[in-house]
């Protein structure tokens, strides 16, 4: 018996060791060039909300998109970006998740909606060859909601976006970036 526990022992160790992708220069440099004009578009592919009992409700009734959790909902068809052109900011992200402040009857602003030049823009580069960009933005429809936005910005153009809100929970996005005209 202990033969055995310990050989899948073993085959689960040997399984869970994943090998990390090699990050070529030429990445690394187009990464460089992306993040120094500051001029990108990311399109997010799944929003990660934080998991509540009421997202684990609504995802138990079936109201979400098929291959969706609640925790990982798929974004694939709907309309969303995260835009940076210099040093303006612009985003419609929808949003998934709780609300802690009572929004406007018949109102809008239901995503995360804003756009203008941010306050507090930080770019960084963060480890493995990433970028990190931080900032805090107001909402584009409310005089009451403000966000704290990091993005992530990965050598294989893959990104990260994490939204902090005065009003909503916190929640993730993750997609592509693509490079835009300037």
């Known amino acids: 018996m202990k033969r055995f526990v310990f050989f899948i022992s073993m085959i689960f160790v040997l399984f869970s060791c994943a090998s990390s ?4 220069q030429a990445e690394i440099d187009n990464l460089n060039a992306l993040v120094e004009s500051k001029t990108f578009e990311i399109e997010a592919e799944w929003a990660e909300p ?11 009734a079936g109201m979400l998109p098929a291959g969706s959790s609640a925790g990982s909902i798929n974004l694939v068809g709907n309309s969303n970006f995260f835009r940076m052109k ?3 900011v612009a985003a419609y992200l929808p949003f998934f998740g709780e609300r802690q402040m009572g929004g406007s009857y018949g109102g809008t602003d239901i995503g ?10 930080v770019v960084s580069e963060d480890k493995e060859n990433s970028y990190k960009i931080s900032f805090e933005i ?11 936005v990091i993005v992530r910005v990965y050598p294989s153009l893959s990104s990260t976006i994490y ?9 993730r996005y ?8 300037e």
């Open 163 to 171: 939204v902090n809100s005065t009003q909503k929970s916190s929640i």
């Open 21 to 24: 992708k090699n990050v070529t």
């Open 138 to 148: 107001k909402d584009k429809n409310t005089k009451t909601e403000n966000y704290n």
């Open 50 to 60: 934080m998991v509540t009992n009421s997202m684990a409700q609504i995802a138990n």
């Open 86 to 88: 210099k040093d303006t």
């Open 112 to 121: 995360i909606e804003f756009e203008g030049i941010p306050e507090n823009l």
């Open 174 to 181: 993750r997609g592509k970036v693509v490079k835009t005209s």
